[in-house]
């Protein structure tokens, strides 16, 4: 019930945001893929609340246990178990929201929908939930470094009407990570400090685009018409809390262009691969990868919990007013480029297995490369 995603590599996550843990399970994992949880940990890390002052000031550790599925630093083919417990929750601060809604969150549809919600910091709608996609995408990762040596590196491009200047051909981990902006453009970053702190001392929120790149990607993954790879890819990341937008390649701007203009014409480069002038179409062409790197980006809108006092109505549809507590982040950009990455892992890493299963005996004297 929309709690499982991918075909072959399949996930499914569970629990609550101030419920007693969450988690995931990973079900179609090759085995004798070689994982540690230190591993599964940095990325978490990445992800974790309280990590510095321009994120939720809510301690947690994140801590992950593999439960099942890995044996001795290994992979067993069989289903991966992997919770991490919740350490810092404070349901009371929720208690308002049992009966008002907050706007532009999930309150209201969930009680449409289930005609019953967790109130205590959103239940399944919270960010929280996205701790087991980061931790499987931390093995897909794996799986596509090994086997193909694919990177994923996203970062922020932007937060609101800042833009950071990013070379996504060259752009490293260790670029992003130096600053708590995780942008690898130092002016940039200092001046989106600045704004996200100046809106969190006013009760309010900003939002952003995260630009991913993934590179070294095979030609072939992703099938025709429903399965397109920029499809699955969509769906992937726009799942994801508080996301509003989804580019590939040269996204909306490839509409002020003519045809000439934003054709990729191919060329033969030294070691004879087929390869293309431009990448206007983002490492995509009729729904399958063709070996370019992969480049998109994520709209994030502003955190939609605000301490700032909204016009609302209680569940009994009276009108009234809330300033939300809690601990949010006032914005979601910093800790959204780990779980980008992820989304964008598990798809790749997905579309690797199917395309193996379809073309693999066909690709015996085709390299992936």
């Avoid at 000439?260 to 990448?279: L, P």
């Avoid at 939609?304 to 009108?319: L, M, N, S, W, Y």
């Amino acid at each position: 019930m929309g709690n499982s995603f991918g075909h072959l590599f399949r996930i499914t996550t569970f629990g609550e945001s101030h419920g007693g843990g969450v988690g995931v399970i990973i079900d179609g994992c090759p085995p004798r893929v070689e994982i540690t949880q230190e591993e599964i940990q940095f990325e978490l890390d990445r992800r974790r609340p309280g990590q510095s002052k321009i994120t939720t000031p809510r301690k947690e550790t994140d801590t992950c246990e593999i439960l099942s599925g890995v044996f001795q630093g290994q992979t067993l083919g069989t289903p991966i178990a992997i919770v991490v417990r919740n350490k810092d929750a404070r349901p009371q601060d929720y208690s308002e929201m049992q009966q008002k809604y907050r706007p532009s969150h999930a309150d209201a549809t969930y009680d449409a929908k289930y005609g019953i919600r967790n109130w205590q910091g959103g239940g399944r709608s919270s960010a929280r939930e996205t701790i087991g996609r980061v931790a499987a995408g931390a093995i897909a990762k794996k799986i596509l470094k090994e086997v193909a040596g694919v990177e994923i590196v996203a970062y922020v491009k932007r937060i609101r009407d800042l833009e950071a200047v990013v070379d996504p051909e060259t752009v490293t981990l260790e670029q992003v990570e130096s600053n708590i902006v995780r942008s690898p453009d130092g002016d940039f970053a200092e001046k989106a400090i600045a704004a996200i702190e100046a809106a969190g001392r006013e009760g309010d929120s900003l939002g952003g685009v995260v630009e991913c790149v993934a590179r070294q990607v095979p030609r072939g993954l992703g099938d025709p018409v429903f399965d397109k790879l920029e499809a699955e890819l969509a769906k992937a990341v726009m799942s994801l809390p508080a996301t509003k937008g989804f580019e590939i390649g040269s996204g909306f701007a490839g509409t002020l262009m003519t045809g000439s203009e934003h054709n990729d014409e191919f060329f033969r480069d030294e070691a004879g691969n087929i390869r293309t002038r431009t990448n206007r179409s983002g490492g995509v062409q009729g729904g399958i990868s063709n070996g370019e790197n992969l480049t998109l980006r994520v709209a994030f809108k502003p955190t939609a919990t605000i301490r700032k006092e909204q016009k609302t109505v209680t569940r009994d549809r009276e009108e009234t007013v809330l300033a939300a507590r809690g601990r949010h982040d006032p914005c979601v950009l910093p800790r959204a480029v780990p779980m980008v990455e992820a989304m964008v892992a598990l798809v790749l890493c997905d579309r690797l297995l199917v395309h193996q299963g379809q073309c693999g005996a066909l690709d015996a004297d085709r390299p992936l490369r």
